[in-house]
């Protein structure tokens, strides 16, 4: 069965630092979600990207968040400079469309952790 | 705005009882999709169903049901005879036609004790 996969499970990063998260989206899907779940609190939506665009992004996607789809297959969330409030466990997401199937598929996630 | 409410933090039960999860949701959208996903403490998040509003039809799969009702916005998950396989967080989701983004709420912890 396709999933979505994510690298690397856990990353470890200092302040400040620029972090990059890897997903793989099921291959026919087209629409590609990123979410956020600090430790022991709710999902919340960061963006969606479809067509090479963000169609929706939250307050919480700001200027240091940028997402890319760089070749055919990977879906990457860039943090430029974190922050200790980033920590959290970061979600990919796709779907095949937005309409009448869209079920989205998560990944297992990644765990990300500032020092 | 969007917004879905799980009011209850966290549940425990004994194995074999059976247990409702609540769910109230507000949307001003007149088609939306309801969701539970289901994190266990492996911490990925299942898929369990999607609802879309104008299908108001109670939902069975084995020991798990949904009773959807528009006029109170709710959509409840119960599970019949738990197992301590159960024991996870479940949250409710909401999702607008143009299915962009799942707006959660902020879950339930359940507990099943043998």
Known sequence: ?115 | AQKVTQAQTEISVVEKEDVTLDCVYETRDTTYYLFWYKQPPSGELVFLIRRNSFDEQNEISGRYSWNFQKSTSSFNFTITASQVVDSAVYFCALTNNAGNMLTFGGGTRLMVKP
């Open chain 1, 1 to 115: 069965e396709p999933e979505v996969t994510q690298t690397p499970s856990h990353q470890v990063t200092q302040m400040g630092q620029e972090v990059i998260l890897r997903c793989v989206p099921i291959s026919n899907h087209l629409y590609f979600y990123w979410y956020r779940q600090i430790l022991g609190q709710k999902v919340e939506f960061l963006v969606s990207f479809y067509n090479n665009e963000i169609s929706e992004k939250s307050e919480i996607f700001d200027d240091q968040f940028s997402v890319e789809r760089p070749d055919g297959s990977n879906f990457t969330l860039k943090i430029r400079s974190t922050k200790l409030e980033d920590s959290a466990m970061y979600f990919c997401a796709s779907s095949e469309d937005q309409l009448d199937y869209n079920e989205q598929f998560f990944g297992p996630g990644t765990r990300l952790t500032v020092l």
